[in-house]
């Protein structure tokens, strides 16, 4: 049976599946993710508010994403199997965890629009679509996710 199938094709069935995961999240992204409107308004007191609040959290969510990217990466190049190969899979990883928990975080903490509560209509309650709300604490949340996740992966490796 596997000697039907050409070796580039047994070798490089991962490729297949990460383009299909890749879509799926995408798909969900376009459904169901979006800006967070609180940040997103444009009018005086939000600007001023906006720009305090990037001010104030946007180096902490750099310092954190550079130690994801690179700093982990290139602790993993030391390994002597894993040398060459250290840095990408490095970035291939932290950007699946860091979609896959900007999803799964925000499908625990959806937003909707209008909610609305009825508990005398058969389904109890008549919203809008829910969304995911990112922010820039969201995605230092989703940074911290990614940390946990290549700290575990490195001592796997280690």
């Keep these: 049976m596997a000697g039907d199938i050409p070796k580039t094709m047994r070798t490089s069935g991962h490729i297949f599946t990460l383009i299909i995961m890749q879509s799926i999240i995408v798909l969900l992204f376009a459904l169901f993710a979006r800006y967070d ?10 600007v001023e508010a906006g720009s305090a609040k990037i001010r104030d959290t946007y180096p902490m969510f750099q310092d954190v994403h550079v130690m994801i990217f690179l700093g982990i990466g290139f602790l993993m190049t030391f390994l002597r199997k894993y040398s060459l190969s250290a840095v990408s899979l490095n970035l291939l990883c932290a950007a699946l965890v860091i979609e896959v928990f900007i999803l799964v975080s925000g499908f625990f903490h959806l937003q ?18 829910p969304y995911i709300d990112v922010n820039v604490g969201t995605m230092v949340s ?16 280690g």
Excluded: G, Y
Aim: charged share 15%; proline share 7%.
């Design 37 to 46: 409107p609180k940040t997103a308004q444009k009018s005086a007191h939000s």
């Design 112 to 129: 909707c629009e209008t909610p609305e509560v009825d508990f005398l209509s058969p389904n109890c309650t008549t919203s809008s679509w």
């Design 142 to 157: 989703a940074d911290f996710a990614t940390a946990a996740f290549l700290i575990s992966f490195c001592v796997v490796l």
